[in-house]
């Protein structure tokens, strides 16, 4: 496992299991995910490429070029200070989260639950630097640009992506430099990073130094090809892959993660199981959450938290009945459309986007 990482970034994130991967690429065990706002801790990494050096804060510089008609060089300090400072919680999913439940298997960074949590993000409104920059006629994209490099193609960027301009002037898009009420911190793409609740997480751009835009959608790197694009019609394992087919993806599935109790946990009382966890969606809000403690036999309809904020993360919870021996707990998350996770097969596809496979939890009820 050859990532270049010092002794301190692991000692950072004492909960994160680290993937076999030339880049830096951690995820934490459900039950690491149970807090509302999920502690640095426990907190997901994913770097396409290297970490970039990071001089002093103060140093930072973010430019903004393009279809603009002022560009724009903004320090930190004149971030915080020209634009109003907002707080939002959001959920942070990396699209490949899950992959590895995928039949058969797909490559790519194999993550099981854990590439997801949700955090409060302190930042301008990108909305605000553009209408202060003032867009042109043309702008119809964004595009995210930074100092990390990839590792398998020495000088390029690791990621460059961008969103859709109406997605740019969304009151939830930021540009954050704090998270958890904490300066953003290195490896979650401080001093600067971009926030796009509701957007995979490979829109939401670490280590922002350039906010370009763009008159049409970008291409940058892991824009092209099948990169975090799904096809338009579904393929099957095998069926031949023609990127044309394929668009960004720029939303995510309503999921639902159980983090109480513990895979592996032994219930030793008569009363009721208290299982509980978190449901979340993109664009289109959660609806309900129904829970299983029989693999799926029969079923409960959890308590909802209200709706807080739209793209936070909302709590679940449930008492289940359960017999004696092997109990195996199910949730499924429904949005507002009437879509539902898929109970047994994870929605495949060629680079393993999107899964949303109902999460499961084995224990033994004593
Ligand atoms: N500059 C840069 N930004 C990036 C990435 C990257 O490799 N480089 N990875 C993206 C992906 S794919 C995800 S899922 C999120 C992960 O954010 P985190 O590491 O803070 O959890 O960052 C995104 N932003
Ligand atoms: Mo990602």
Redesign the pocket.
């Known amino acids: 496992m050859p990532h270049p990482a010092p002794d301190a970034v692991f000692a950072s994130k004492p909960r994160l299991r680290w993937l076999e991967d030339d ?1 830096l690429n951690g995820e934490p065990d459900a039950a690491a995910l149970d807090p509302e706002l999920t502690p640095d801790e426990a ?7 290297d970490m970039p050096a990071i001089g002093a804060p103060e140093a930072w510089r973010l430019e903004v070029t393009g279809e603009v008609r002022q560009p724009l060089s903004l320090s930190l300090t004149d971030l915080a200070r020209d634009f109003p400072v907002v707080d939002l919680s959001a959920v ?5 989260n899950g992959r590895a439940f995928l039949s058969p298997p797909v490559s790519g960074a194999q993550w099981r639950d854990g ?1 997801v ?1 949700c955090a409060r993000w302190t930042g301008v409104r990108m909305r605000d630097v553009l209408q202060r920059a003032g867009l042109t006629e043309a702008a119809v994209y964004t595009a995210h640009h ?1 100092p ?1 490099r990839s590792l398998t193609a020495p000088g390029k960027p ?2 460059s ?1 961008g969103i859709p301009i109406a997605k740019a002037l969304a009151p939830e898009t930021l540009l954050a430099f704090a998270m958890n009420g904490a300066p953003l911190p290195a ?3 401080g001093p600067l ?1 971009v926030v796009v609740p509701g957007y ?3 829109a ?4 922002l130094d350039r906010l370009e835009i763009r008159d049409r959608e970008h291409d940058g790197e892991k824009m092209r090809g099948t990169d975090y694009r799904l096809p338009v019609t579904p393929l099957g394992p095998g069926e031949a892959v023609d990127p044309a087919g394929f668009a960004v993806i720029t939303d995510m599935p309503v999921k639902s993660l159980i983090t109480t109790p513990a895979a592996g946990f032994t219930h030793g009382s008569k009363a009721p199981l208290a299982v509980a966890g978190w449901a979340w969606s993109g664009a289109t809000p959660v609806a309900g959450v129904r829970v299983s403690a029989d693999g799926g036999a029969s079923w409960t309809e959890a308590n909802l938290a209200p709706t807080g904020e739209p793209f936070a993360w909302r709590r679940f919870s449930a008492a289940l009945t359960v017999t004696r021996g092997p109990v195996t707990l199910v949730a499924v998350a429904r949005d507002l459309a009437g879509r539902e996770q898929p109970l047994d097969t994870a929605p495949w596809n060629p680079r393993g986007y999107c899964n949303n496979l109902a999460h499961r939890v084995a224990g033994v009820a004593a």
């Not at 907190?43 to 490429?49: E, K, Y």
Request: proline share 3%.
């Open positions: 880049a907190f997901f990494v994913r770097n396409n490429g942070l999913e990396c699209a490949g590439a949590g930074s990390d690791a990621l992506r490896l979650h793409g990073r995979p997480g490979s939401w751009q670490k280590w």
